[in-house]
Structures are given as C-alpha cells and as structure tokens.
C-alpha cells in the first residue's frame, strides 16, 4: 500500500429523513436541513436518491439541494428516462446509476452494467455530454468493472452490503473481493467509491484501501443521530474513516 493514501471523501446520504418525513407527511424533518447540518459536520458531498415510486426523497428536495448544498450532490438514480430527464434538468455533480425494484427495500445489488450494456451506453454518454459525472453502482466484480470501462463510466462504487451484513469468516470473504475490485480498479482506470451498509464497526477495512477514494453512508448515520444527534455521528464516522486510512499508510516498523 501507499504510504501516502489519497484523501478519503464522506458522501452523507440523507434519503431516510426524508423517510421519517413521509412517514406523517407535512415537512418535518427536513432533509434539505440535514444536508446543510451535515455539510457543517464535513460531508464531502450530499447523496439522495430520487426512486420511480418517490418512498422517501421528492422532486422538489431535489430543487432545494440543488439551490441550497455549497458542497457537491451525487443523485442516485435508476437508468429510466424519467430519472435522465430530471437530472438533465438540474444538472447534479454527479449522477450514480443504481438498480432499482418497487418492491425492495433498499437497494439490494449491484447494477449488471454487462448484461445491461445496450441500454445503459446512451444514458451514461447524455449524462457525460452534459458535464454530469457518472458513476455505476456495482458488485466487486471484475466483468462488471470492464464492462463499466467499455460503456465509459470514469466511476463505480463498489457495493458494500454483502460484506457489511456478513459475520466472520463469510466477512472476511466479501472483504477480500473489495480489495480485489478496488484493486482492479487502478488497473483499469476506474475512480473507486464505496457504499452501502458501512457502520462504525465496518467501516475501517474499506476506508483502509487506497484505491477507494469516497464512501457514501446514509442510514447508519442518520440511526445514530437518533441517539447522538446528526452532526456527533457525521464526526464519529469520519473519524473512523481518516483513522483507518492514516493507519493504512503508516509504514509498518521491522
């Protein structure tokens, strides 16, 4: 490893205030407010994730993000045209193509960027036409890297929760293909991100890998601004992140 890692960025995703919002409706919480608080607990960037069926995140707080954050936005996206056409519209710094199914809870994998090629290679070059970074959010898996470098996505983001949700020996067997995917990356080209389930516990590994440049965490955190407040958790996570990383590139003495 490097003994001088490249900076890691914290990408906040504020997607579940807005659930808890929505879950009584009215305005309250306000993820557009958390998105500001987290900028000031030092948030690289803000994600949110605009769904077909708008469970949490609506079209307007996507207008106010992009009116209000001083900080970069990632939209989360699925590859539809409805999705393209909004973010054509507001022209996010970034644009990150996700799966996405009415009836899941979450995002449960990684988008077959290969199997999907046909499809995905006019969206990913509207959104780079237009100045909009496109990242792929992916499964550590080499076909799907390539087949991300073929399509010209100069992003990915490795999908964490396989690894995050696993315990023990089945962990450190998700891990070791992030650090062959995030590997691989450099190989090929591609700027690496990670995400999805990372908590305090988890987080160290990946933040530790030098090819990793940004990770984007959402619902931990903002689970633990119940107990902690936003700002305390936002802290606690980036601490773990840039201990983790000084860590990695700390040369080992003989």
Same mark, same amino acid.
């Not at 293909?177 to 305090?200: K, N």
């Given at each position: 490893? %490097?003994?001088?890692?490249?900076?890691? #960025?914290?990408?906040?995703?504020?997607?579940?205030?807005?659930?808890?919002r929505?879950?009584?409706?009215?305005?309250?919480?306000?993820?557009?407010?958390?998105?500001?608080?987290?900028?000031?607990?030092?948030?690289?960037?803000?994600t &949110?994730h605009?769904r077909?069926?708008?469970r949490?995140? %609506?079209?307007?707080?996507i207008? #106010?993000?992009?009116?209000k954050?001083?900080?970069?936005?990632?939209f989360?996206?699925?590859p539809?045209?409805?999705?393209?056409?909004?973010?054509?519209?507001?022209?996010?710094?970034?644009?990150?193509l996700?799966?996405?199914k009415?009836?899941?809870?979450?995002?449960?994998?990684?988008?077959?960027?290969a199997?999907?090629?046909?499809?995905?290679?006019?969206?990913?070059?509207?959104? *780079?036409?237009?100045?909009? *970074?496109?990242?792929l959010?992916?499964e550590?898996?080499?076909?799907?890297?390539?087949?991300?470098?073929?399509?010209?996505?100069?992003?990915?983001?490795?999908?964490?929760?396989?690894?995050?949700?696993? *315990?023990q020996?089945?962990? *450190?067997?998700?891990?070791?293909?992030?650090? %062959?995917?995030?590997?691989?990356?450099?190989?090929?080209?591609?700027?690496?991100?990670?995400?999805?389930?990372?908590?305090?516990?988890?987080?160290?590994?990946?933040?530790?890998?030098?090819?990793?440049?940004?990770?984007?965490?959402?619902?931990?955190?903002?689970?633990?601004a119940?107990f902690?407040?936003?700002e305390? &958790?936002?802290? #606690?996570?980036?601490a773990r992140?840039?201990?983790? #990383? &000084?860590?990695?590139?700390?040369?080992?003495s003989?």
């Amino acid at each position: 490893m %490097s003994e001088h890692p490249l900076p890691l #960025r914290l990408g906040v995703n504020i997607d579940h205030v807005a659930t808890i919002r929505n879950a009584r409706g009215g305005v309250f919480p306000d993820p557009v407010e958390a998105a500001k608080l987290s900028e000031q607990a030092g948030a690289d960037g803000i994600t &949110a994730h605009l769904r077909e069926d708008r469970r949490h995140i %609506s079209d307007k707080d996507i207008e #106010r993000l992009i009116e209000k954050l001083s900080v970069p936005l990632n939209f989360e996206m699925a590859p539809t045209s409805e999705m393209l056409e909004i973010a054509l519209k507001h022209q996010p710094h970034a644009a990150c193509l996700v799966p996405e199914k009415r009836e899941e809870r979450t995002t449960e994998g990684g988008l077959d960027v290969a199997g999907g090629f046909n499809h995905l290679k006019p969206i990913v070059d509207k959104l *780079r036409n237009a100045g909009i *970074r496109v990242s792929l959010f992916i499964e550590p898996d080499p076909v799907q890297m390539d087949a991300a470098v073929a399509l010209g996505a100069p992003v990915i983001e490795l999908h964490t929760g396989a690894y995050c949700d696993a *315990r023990q020996v089945e962990r *450190r067997q998700h891990l070791d293909r992030i650090i %062959s995917a995030a590997a691989h990356s450099a190989e090929v080209g591609l700027e690496c991100h990670a995400g999805h389930g990372l908590t305090y516990d988890t987080v160290g590994a990946v933040a530790a890998l030098p090819e990793v440049l940004e990770l984007n965490i959402g619902h931990f955190l903002i689970g633990e601004a119940i107990f902690s407040g936003l700002e305390s &958790a936002i802290k #606690r996570m980036r601490a773990r992140m840039d201990t983790a #990383r &000084a860590e990695a590139g700390t040369p080992k003495s003989t």
